[in-house]
C-alpha cells in the first residue's frame, strides 16, 4: 500500500514570495491533516479536511496561508507572502477516520526555508 | 486545552541500556495516546498506541502503559540498539470528533556502541 505523498521535498524561497506544497493522501483516506513543525518543536495541526469539508482551522494563519481539498482526495496548502516564521517541515497526514480507525499516517514533509 | 509534556533531550545511552522517555499530559476526557518516532531524514512514523486507561501499547521491543491517574504514558524499552537512535514523540488526540493530534516537544535519543 502506498505511503502519503508530498512534494516537494525541499523548497527554498525568499521573504514575501508564495509558495506551494501538495500531499496524496493514503488511497481511501477520508480524513486529511496539514501539520507545520518547527525545528526543535512538535507538529501544530493546522488544517483537518474530512472529505473535502474543513473540520478544524482553528490554529490556520487564514491571513497568509490557505488550503484546499477540491474533490476530496489531494490536497494542496499555500502561503502568500512568506515570513521568514514560516521556516519550519510542513507535514501532511491522512487517516481512514471513515472506517474507524484513529490512527494518522504521514508523508515526509515538506521542509521549507525562508530567507 | 490539551498539552503533553516529555522530557527534553538529547538522551544519550550505550547499546543495550534500560530507556525511559517520561510522558505526561493534560486533557479533557479520555483521550488516545501516542507514541511517534522520526528516523533521520524520514516522516513521522507511528510507534505505539493506547486507547484507555491501563491498556499497554507495544511494538519492536518498546511499549508504555497508559495511567489515567498519573496522566502519563512513559516510553520504556529493556535494551536500547544503535539503530533505535532517533527522536520520539509523545501525542494525544483529542476524543472531540477531529482526532486532531497534540505532541510532545520530541525527546532526542542517541544509542551508543
Known amino acids: 500500500e502506498a505511503g502519503v505523498a508530498q512534494s516537494p521535498r525541499y523548497k527554498i524561497i525568499e521573504k514575501r514570495q508564495s509558495v506551494a506544497f501538495w500531499c496524496n493522501p493514503i488511497s481511501g483516506h477520508a480524513t486529511l491533516y496539514w501539520y507545520q513543525q518547527i525545528l526543535g518543536q512538535g507538529p501544530k495541526l493546522l488544517i483537518q479536511f474530512q472529505n473535502n469539508g474543513v473540520v478544524d482551522d482553528s490554529q490556520l494563519p487564514k491571513d497568509r496561508f490557505s488550503a484546499e481539498r477540491l474533490k476530496g482526495v489531494d490536497s494542496t496548502l499555500k502561503i502568500q507572502p512568506a515570513k521568514l516564521e514560516d521556516s519550519a517541515v510542513y507535514l501532511c497526514?491522512?487517516?481512514?477516520?471513515?472506517?474507524?480507525?484513529?490512527?494518522?499516517?504521514f508523508g515526509p514533509g515538506t521542509r521549507l526555508t525562508v530567507l | 486545552g490539551d498539552s503533553v509534556t516529555q522530557m527534553e533531550g538529547p538522551v544519550t545511552l550505550s547499546e543495550e541500556a534500560f530507556l525511559t522517555i517520561n510522558c505526561t499530559y493534560t486533557?479533557?476526557?479520555?483521550?488516545?495516546l501516542f507514541w511517534y518516532v522520526q528516523y533521520p531524514g524520514e516522516g513521522l512514523q507511528l510507534l505505539l498506541k493506547a486507547t484507555k486507561a491501563d491498556d499497554k501499547g507495544s511494538n519492536k521491543g518498546f511499549e508504555a502503559t497508559y495511567r489515567k491517574e498519573t496522566t502519563s504514558f512513559h516510553l520504556e524499552k529493556g535494551s536500547v540498539q544503535v539503530s533505535d537512535s532517533a527522536v520520539y514523540f509523545c501525542?494525544?488526540?483529542?476524543?472531540?470528533?477531529?482526532?486532531?493530534?497534540?505532541f510532545g516537544t520530541g525527546t532526542q535519543l542517541k544509542v551508543e556502541l
Open positions: 501525542a494525544l488526540s483529542d476524543t472531540g470528533g477531529g482526532n486532531k493530534l497534540t
Open positions: 497526514a491522512s487517516t481512514g477516520l471513515a472506517e474507524g480507525t484513529d490512527t494518522q499516517y
Open positions: 486533557a479533557t476526557g479520555y483521550p488516545s
